[in-house]
T-cell receptor
Framework: QQQVKQSPQSLIVQKGGIPIINCAYE??????FPWYQQFPGKGPALLIA?????SEKKEGRFTISFNKSAKQFSLHIMDSQPGDSATYFC?????????FGAGTRLTVKP | NAGVMQNPRHLVRRRGQEARLRCSPV?????VYWYRQLPEEGLKFMVY????????ESGMPKERFSAEFPKEGPSILRIQQVVRGDSAAYFC????????????FGQGTRLTVV
């Protein structure tokens, strides 16, 4: 039932580094790929999303790269800050279905 | 402009009792997803419902757990005869019909079984 695989499970970077979180999906019916950010004690919140007709989308310090042929997409956080420390989830949706990755716990050290 | 509302936020139950978790989706959303999250872990899919229908319950334990999303009212996740291992945060998300849709999450219900 694991239709979206996310890695790594956890990630530690120094302030200013560029953490990269990767996801792979199986179902070719998926046509929308959002990322969520979750802080402790809170629900996941939508961060950024991409459609497969573009290979990259950037919003502020967050960038999604998308490789349709490989069925992979990734989140890059530029100039990471301690306030970015959170759990990040990728998701894939389409055909009235949505699946989530297992999450990546990011720690940005000062 | 209410988002996904979950209640209660915190729920304490003794072993053997029943737990009822409620989720009111964003107005107009007809798709609801329930997830369980253990401490320090990711989201585990439980069930996907549309109005009055269970679309995918492949993540639901075979016993004691049930979910519904009636025509009127919130979606309910019901856990009968709770055990300590049921202690977790339960999140509900909703999305509208159609393509290119993202889901919006509630704040979750933290269930503690004592």
């Amino acid at each position: 039932q694991q239709q979206v695989k996310q890695s790594p499970q956890s990630l530690i970077v120094q302030k200013g580094g560029i953490p990269i979180i990767n996801c792979a999906y199986e179902n070719t019916a998926f046509d929308y790929f959002p990322w969520y950010q979750q802080f402790p004690g809170k629900g996941p919140a939508l961060l950024i999303a991409i459609r497969p007709d573009v290979s990259e989308k950037k919003e502020g310090r967050f960038t999604i790269s998308f490789n349709k042929s490989a069925k992979q997409f990734s989140l890059h956080i530029m100039d990471s800050q301690p306030g970015d420390s959170a759990t990040y989830f990728c998701a894939a949706s389409g055909n009235n279905d949505m699946r989530f990755g297992a999450g990546t716990r990011l720690t940005v050290k000062p | 402009n209410a988002g996904v509302m979950q209640n209660p936020r915190h729920l304490v139950r003794r072993r053997g009792q029943e737990a009822r978790l409620r989720c009111s989706p964003v107005k107009g959303h007809s798709h609801v997803y329930w997830y369980r999250q253990l401490p320090e872990e990711g989201l585990k899919f439980m069930v996907y419902l549309q109005k009055e229908n269970i679309i995918d319950e492949s993540g639901m334990p075979k016993e004691r757990f049930s979910a519904e999303f009636p025509k009127e009212g919130p979606s309910i996740l019901r856990i009968q005869q709770v055990v300590r291992g049921d202690s977790a945060a339960y999140f509900c998300a909703s999305s509208p019909q159609g393509k290119h849709t993202e889901a919006f999450f509630g704040q979750g219900t933290r269930l503690t079984v004592v």
